[in-house]
């Protein structure tokens, strides 16, 4: 299987790009692996560091693998928003195919030298690593202000060598406050500027259109993680107001429907496919 860095420089030149699905438990990874299949996409399963807490590291990792190997899936397992050097260690050693170490909130200096760090202990294990630059907004957070420019990514990817970056262009993780507007130059130039594989944080409420035009100006990677959880919640939520079920092996499947769909809706969207 191809590794998932030649996979995203192939979306380059196809001006397509993986979608990055967060998943939570074993409905929401069940749900990313049917909708990939129909869809015939490759898949790139994201844990972040309050996910791994919850289900453990190598269950959530044993338990992406075999989802995708029963439902016959070109899929990788990716580090998302690494928060320390130490997980970062700890996925290599569990046998991730991609990791992020997210140092964007500290000054530019401090994010370079822990980014190249993470870049040194991945070598070994030929690992894809990812890094954020600029401010992204988070859960909590307000939206706006601090984007990446195409300075900063030229010599950020210089002194690190990361293989994907994660840009600022006016996402934001979680719910927008304000509607998305997506600064599209911005993103061409930096693109136009370097090489490297540009990620998009915070696709949930992002209209289609400008998540196209986002792919075709140099995105090979879309992350999506708070619409499939605020789905699945709100599907559960509803199927039992409406019954008395207590068993959770029918609840949880009706849950899963509309999850299943948005996720069909997303690929189709991104464009990738396996080859």
Known sequence: MKKIREVLYECQAKKTAVLATNFYNY?????????????????????TRSSIDYMGLHTAYKMGRQVMEDYGLQGYIHLDHGPSLELVQKCLDEGFDSVMIDASEKPFEENVE??????????????????????????????????????????????????????????????????????????????????VALVLHGSSGIPHDQVREA?????????????????????????????DEIDLRKVFPKAMVPVVELLKEKYAVTGAKVQ
């Open 27 to 47: 409905e929401t990874l069940v749900c990313v692996a049917k909708a990939a299949q129909a869809m015939g996409a490759p898949v790139m399963l994201q844990l």
């Open 114 to 195: 822990i980014s190249a760090k993470a870049v040194e202990m991945a070598k070994p294990y030929g690992v894809n690593v990812e890094a954020e630059l600029g401010y992204v907004a988070k859960l909590g957070q307000e939206q706006g202000g601090g984007f990446t420019t195409p300075e900063q990514a030229v010599e950020f990817t210089r002194l690190t060598g990361v293989d994907a970056l994660a840009v600022s262009i006016g996402s934001a993780h979680g719910f927008y406050k304000l509607p998305p507007h997506l600064d599209i130059p911005r993103l061409a130039a930096i693109h136009a500027a370097t090489p």
């Open 215 to 243: 792919i075709a100006n140099g995105i090979v990677k879309v992350n999506l993680a708070t619409e499939i959880k605020d789905n699945f919640m709100r599907a559960l939520k509803k199927v039992l107001s409406e019954s």
